[in-house]
């Protein structure tokens, strides 16, 4: 029984890390877009859309890469490769390959932004 507590408190503190992971990798690309803006202090109906948006985009990002981040999360598991380094690395190959599908496989022809 203390097994199963100790694998259930594991995975929600998995999930708790895949949530801000989410929420961190929202905020970046908002930076990313939003970082030349000239913010008008005041402007409220601006800051709650960004804010939308910023949540938005966090739901969107946990959805597209729950699944494969959780084979990824149990493989590390499995092999007991807890550390923040093996993560780091299975989370940038799950980026190169997302990268890599969205983009429609690479190739020759698609070499350039069309």
């Not at 969107?60 to 959780?70: N, R, W």
């Not at 499995?78 to 890599?100: P, Q």
């Amino acid at each position: 029984m203390n097994r199963v507590l100790a694998y259930l408190g594991r995975f929600a503190v998995i999930l708790a890390g895949f949530a801000s992971a989410c929420l961190a990798g929202s905020v970046f690309l908002h930076m990313l877009v939003l970082g030349g803006y000239d913010w008008v202090v005041g402007e409220w109906h601006l800051e709650m859309t960004v804010w939308f948006s910023v949540l938005f985009v966090t739901a969107l990002i946990g959805s597209i890469c729950f699944l494969p981040a959780m084979v990824l999360i149990v493989i590390a598991e499995i092999v007991s490769a807890r550390g923040w380094l093996a993560y780091a690395l299975s989370g940038g190959v799950l980026g190169v390959l997302f990268t890599f599908v969205l983009r429609g496989g690479g190739g020759p022809e698609r070499t350039e932004f069309e």
